[in-house]
């Protein structure tokens, strides 16, 4: 397929990264995004018919790739419990102008799942652990799972040696984790393994978000850097959400992603598809556009990618810098207060 071009928003901000989400399911019940009060055993979640399948997945991508998209991150809910999941990363590190698969997970099923990933062509993967206190652990993952069947998720992908690296998630959350900062940065120094602090958001409805739950980025930098001096480092392109430092006794890299303190909404090119179908501009999004319905009416691929386009083009998100906004501001007191953003779990992180 031949490149459009590169499509840019109102905000002049090109679209590079689709991140897909394959699975709306999670094995976890983390508080902040898919808390067991919600989402319980009667929870109806969707039916496989209501997601795309591999091959609509694939053409969204091939016209995402079109516009300029080089990176895709594959996410949840819980990716991993897609079957055939090795499969569809195969297909999609084919895809021509891809450069870049990605995943994201919570580890419980990424030891068995390893090798088949990296035949595939796997490029990286992110697991997202939030303390390596087992007490802790279980109360941010809604007891769904034992920590040690995580760390052996991300041993098994160290050692296996994707191209681009293994990564930690941790999201810090005031009065919850904050106290394993240095727990979590002192185990995984000097194992290659990077480590990403990330502020505590208020993505979707249903996670009781307070701003005095956030440790601001800069805290938690100063916590880290007073025990292991860092040095920052810039960034490896525009648009990169973490801010990255190194250890200065070559201990490795860390980042941080601080979207409440420090909002990035200006280099954001990330557009966000769920699994059944629906394109968001934003993770803060109120709503998306049904992809779906082109999918399997008949619209060819230039139907899809003029649709694709359409939606980038006049897109102007900027809710992390909204957010920012003193009380009292329009801004702030329209979109940016909204209680109907979508959940996480729905288009992923």
Request: aromatic share 6%; hydrophobic share 40%; glycine share 10%.
């Amino acid at each position: 397929m031949d490149r459009d071009g590169p499509v840019v928003d109102r905000r002049g901000r090109p679209m590079r990264d689709l991140r897909i989400s394959v699975m709306d399911r999670c094995n976890f019940r983390c508080p902040y995004c898919m808390p067991e009060a919600t989402y319980h055993e009667g929870f109806r979640f969707l039916a496989p018919r209501e997601r795309l399948d591999f091959d609509e997945i694939v053409r969204v991508a091939r016209a995402a790739a079109a516009l300029g998209v080089t990176k895709l991150r594959l996410t949840g809910g819980e990716p991993l419990l897609r079957p055939g999941l090795p499969d569809l990363v195969a297909r999609l590190v084919r895809v021509p102008g891809i450069e870049d698969v990605a995943l994201t997970t919570n580890g419980v099923l990424l030891a068995r799942s390893v090798a088949a990933l990296h035949a595939a062509g796997l490029h990286r993967a992110t697991v997202s652990l939030d303390s390596l206190d087992a007490a802790v652990f279980a109360r941010m993952s809604g007891g769904r799972a034992e920590l040690e069947t995580v760390l052996e998720g991300i041993a098994a992908a160290r050692e296996i040696g994707f191209p681009g690296g293994v990564k930690i998630n941790a999201v810090i959350q005031r009065g919850v984790n904050d106290d394993g900062i240095l727990e979590l940065a002192g185990r995984f120094r000097d194992t290659g393994i990077v480590v990403r602090f990330i502020e505590y958001m208020d993505v979707g409805t249903r996670n009781g978000w307070e701003r005095g739950d956030v440790v601001p980025s800069r805290e938690v930098l100063a916590r880290i850097d007073a025990r292991w001096p860092l040095i920052a480092l810039s960034p490896n392109y525009r648009g990169e959400v973490a801010r990255r430092y190194r250890y200065v006794d070559a201990g490795g890299e860390i980042g941080f992603v601080s979207s409440v303190s420090a909002p990035f909404c200006g280099d954001c090119s990330r557009a966000r598809l769920s699994s059944d179908g629906r394109l968001y501009t934003c993770l803060f999004a109120t709503e998306g556009t049904d992809l779906r319905a082109i999918l399997r009416d008949g619209g060819d691929d230039t139907k899809l990618r003029e649709a694709l386009s359409g939606i980038w083009r006049g897109r102007q998100d900027r809710y992390s810098e909204e957010r920012a906004m003193p009380r009292g501001c329009s801004a702030v007191e329209g979109r940016a207060r909204s209680a109907e953003k979508i959940e996480m779990h729905y288009i992923g992180g």
